[in-house]
């Protein structure tokens, strides 16, 4: 069965920065798109980053731009997501998605096959 297992997330004070990784198994990771999503308390999961299974396509929302890079390690079936200048605003759980669709950026919770069970990323002011 699919696992994705993410880890990495923790308690970091504003400006700092965390690196999340999300381990893949039962699936062809190098031809799935993986994507970075978050929760806060009390709001809809949003989209943070996307990158294609060539890993050369990347997108972003606006609110991570030039602060967080998603990267993938095809031959280890992982992908990264490197946070710098961490703001509270930031506080999530955060959430590593595959989908099997490509040839598009896909920014959409829905078109997303399997999840990780969320790692807690907590910004101090």
């Known amino acids: 069965q699919v696992q994705l297992v993410e880890s990495g997330g923790g308690l970091v004070q504003a400006g700092g920065s965390l690196r999340l990784s999300c381990a893949a198994s039962g699936l062809i990771f190098s031809r799935s798109a993986m994507a970075w999503f978050r929760q806060a308390p009390g709001k809809e999961r949003e989209f943070v980053a996307y990158i294609h299974w060539n890993g050369r396509t990347t997108y972003y929302s606006d609110s991570v731009k030039g602060r967080f890079t998603t990267s993938r390690d095809n031959a280890k079936n992982t992908v990264y997501l490197q946070m710098n200048s961490l703001k509270p605003d930031d506080t999530a759980v955060y959430f590593c998605?595959?989908?099997?669709?490509?040839?598009?950026?896909?920014?959409?919770?829905?078109?997303?096959?399997?999840w990780g069970q969320g790692t807690q990323v907590t910004v101090s002011s």
């Open positions: 998605a595959a989908s099997g669709r490509s040839g598009i950026v896909i920014t959409t919770a829905n078109q997303y096959d399997y």
